[in-house]
């Protein structure tokens, strides 16, 4: 083979190459990415963790009032890219403390309500007298 021959064989248009090249390392990454979603989303589950909508059906409440627990504190999101999730244990963990808050605000309310009925039968009395 000519010299000639030789560079014809190794010649090629570095443009095309580097785009070439690109469209390869875009392609990989794109499947990379897809790969770690896909991962990601079984793993979730598998780690106790639960989207807005898993962790609304886990605790048989709406998405609504699941945001509503958050924003009074109850329970805390984790944030993984921009969809946020919730460990499971943590769900049922919260809502065992409300479910504490709720039965002492109720307890609160009925001994406040028991004292103010004992005033009103004290008053009654003494205007009675």
């Known amino acids: 083979m000519n010299n000639n021959a030789q560079n014809q064989l190794f010649s090629f248009n570095t ?3 580097k785009a070439e090249i690109k469209a390869m390392v875009k392609e990989a990454i794109i499947e990379v990415n ?4 896909n ?3 079984s793993s ?3 780690n ?3 989207d807005s909508k898993q962790a609304s059906k886990f605790l048989n409440i709406s998405t609504g009032s699941l ?3 958050q924003a009074q504190g109850f329970i805390k999101p984790y944030k993984l890219n921009r969809k946020k999730l919730y ?3 943590e769900l049922v963990e919260a809502m065992e403390k409300k479910r504490l808050a709720d039965s002492n605000e109720k307890i609160k309310t009925e001994t406040k309500a028991e004292a103010f009925l004992r005033s009103m039968k004290a008053r009654q009395k003494s205007h009675k007298a």
């Open 15 to 17: 443009e095309a190459f």
């Open 48 to 50: 106790g963790f639960l």
């Open 44 to 46: 979730n589950n598998e």
């Open 87 to 89: 460990k499971e244990a």
């Open 34 to 37: 897809s790969e770690m979603l």
């Open 39 to 41: 991962t990601t989303k």
């Open 67 to 69: 945001h509503a627990l």
